[in-house]
């Protein structure tokens, strides 16, 4: 296998990480700041107030995009499996 190869590999499983991963964190960090600015407003800083409304918005993300992100990692995989015959012959 070349490094070319190995390169290839590990740069789309980066991508498809940070593909997956996304809608997770951004979900995480606009309820965050959301509730953040609320607690800011009305001056209550009780640190696992932000906590319950970010499980329940990533959980309700992950909800709406778990069909979406199986599909991407099984269609990864998919790829990776199609391409050992052409990385064992070192073509």
Avoid: Y
Wanted: proline share 4%; net charge negative; charged share 10%.
């Amino acid at each position: 296998m070349s490094p070319e190869a190995v390169l290839d590999i590990g740069t789309q499983g980066l991508l498809v990480a940070a593909k997956l991963a996304a809608p997770l964190l951004i979900t995480a960090l606009v309820v965050g700041f959301a509730i953040s600015l609320l607690q800011s407003i009305t001056q209550v800083q009780e640190v696992t107030l932000s906590f319950v409304p970010k499980i329940a918005a990533v959980g309700i993300a992950l909800l709406i995009a778990g069909n979406w992100m199986i599909s991407e990692i099984v269609q990864f995989t998919h790829t990776m499996f199609d391409r050992i015959p052409q990385l064992l012959s070192g073509g």
